[in-house]
């Protein structure tokens, strides 16, 4: 089944996908690429970097560099910056180069791992979710027959599974900001609909005290940093530890039990340094967590259409289950994936019953290929990769060879040489 992003592609609308995770995360990845398992990181990224995707910023660049090369991590010997290149793409790492860039295809990660939370990022190198939602809009928005984009803010689920209450305000005023600009763009453009949506809540934090002293605001206007950059900031025997919560973490006063508690899980491998100081500036804060996973309540879903169409008018109900948002979005755009699904895909069985054969050569690891042989006609077709070999000569597609579960699923465009 086709995604949204890959049915706007296939409608001839540009696309783009901007994140603070890495890009073998999640919901990025669910927008361009099919997998069994999310954990199936560098077979992922290889679809990424062969989604055709116009713009894409986030973090993750170790994934694109085999291990040796650079801050590469890769085990498979797979440079995908060089992948990326081949394919007209620019390749930024900072900031300037974002902003400077005039590429219409282009490719920015800016960490190796995640990005660094809005309040700990330089942002010099670092772009905001806003920047990036900016620059992404300016270059989708050129398309004449529109575009795709889908923002997320990765890290208010990081910080939420962290308890600590500073990451989350952090990336959720980052979201803010980026929406704005989302909304900005789509009330001048005037044919652009905008869902703002959460998949999950993640550490289910509710505030506890509405009259506590000093107040919510009071504490949490104090914390300068997150967890992440305050981890950084402690020297190696973490004797600078008290002032360093103090000044970042706006957790000042602390008894030296707590400190004690605090430096303990410090000093761990795997420790709850997170959530122990979390729940501490939480307490005088009035907030609470329920716990460190994904929670299960209903969430708030927000949505601009130029003529006020809502996703609760097109289900005609106060409560949208998220299978509906798909076909909200689908309705909306003009789009339908069940047609293209049927018209641009084709399988193995598609193949054989035209009396071709499909067998598979292992030669390259990294790429294993589906060749198809009828007659004096060879296709090859690297899987996760956007092209074809027909009788040696290379023929761009429009949707990448998947092998997922052991099927094959091919560009239905490829029956066309074997009929
Ligand atoms: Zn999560």
Not at 108 to 120: E, K, S, T, V
Not at 244 to 251: A, M
Not at 283 to 298: L, M, N, P, R, Y
Request: charged residues 25%.
């Amino acid at each position: 089944m086709p995604t949204l992003l890959e049915a706007a592609k296939l409608a001839g609308k540009s696309t783009g996908l901007v994140f603070t995770c890495t890009i073998d995360d999640a919901t990025p990845d669910a927008f361009v690429t099919h997998a069994v398992s999310r954990n199936d990181s560098e077979n992922i990224t290889k679809q990424m970097a062969y989604s055709g995707v116009d713009v894409l910023f986030g973090g993750g660049a170790a994934l694109m560099k085999p291990k040796g090369v650079d801050d590469g991590d890769r085990s498979d010997g797979v440079n995908l910056v060089t992948a990326l290149k081949a394919q007209g793409y620019s390749y930024v790492t900072n900031k300037n180069q974002m902003d400077q860039s005039k590429s219409t295809k282009i490719w920015g990660l800016f960490q190796p791992w995640n990005l660094d939370a809005d309040f700990d990022r330089n942002p010099k190198l670092q772009p905001s979710l806003a920047e990036m939602t900016e620059k992404s809009l300016s270059i989708l928005a050129a398309n004449p027959k529109g575009f795709f984009l889908m923002v997320e803010a990765s890290d208010i689920d990081t910080f939420g599974h962290e308890n600590d209450p500073v990451g989350i305000i952090s990336e959720t005023r980052a979201y803010d900001k980026a929406l704005k600009v989302a909304m900005d763009f789509a009330k001048k453009d005037g044919h652009t609909a905008v869902v703002s949506m959460a998949d999950h809540n993640t550490g289910g934090l509710y505030l506890t005290n509405y009259d506590s002293s000093p107040s919510f605001n009071d504490v949490m206007h104090q914390a300068k940093m997150t967890n992440h950059a305050l981890r950084n900031k402690i020297n190696k025997d973490g004797s600078n530890l008290k002032r360093v919560l103090d000044q970042g973490y706006g957790l000042r006063s602390l008894s030296s039990k707590d400190l004690s508690t605090i430096k303990q899980e410090w000093k761990k491998e795997e420790g709850d340094f997170s959530g122990v100081i979390g729940r501490m500036l939480g307490q005088k804060a009035g907030i609470s967590f329920a716990h460190e996973d994904h929670t299960s309540e209903d969430v708030i879903l927000y949505a601009y259409h130029p003529n006020n169409f809502k996703p609760s008018d097109f289900v005609k109900s106060g409560v949208v289950q998220n299978t509906d948002i798909n076909k909200y979005v689908q309705y909306v755009s003009g789009l339908d994936l069940t047609a293209l699904a049927q018209k641009q895909y084709a399988s193995g069985h598609d193949i054989r019953a035209l009396g071709a054969s499909v067998t598979f050569d292992n030669s390259d690891k990294a790429f294993p290929a589906a060749v198809i042989k009828k007659g004096s006609v060879t296709v090859r077709l690297a899987v996760d990769k956007n092209y074809a070999l027909l009788n040696g000569q290379k023929k761009l597609l429009r949707i990448s060879t998947l092998l997922i579960d052991n099927k094959l699923w091919i560009d239905r465009s490829v029956l066309d040489w074997i009929k």
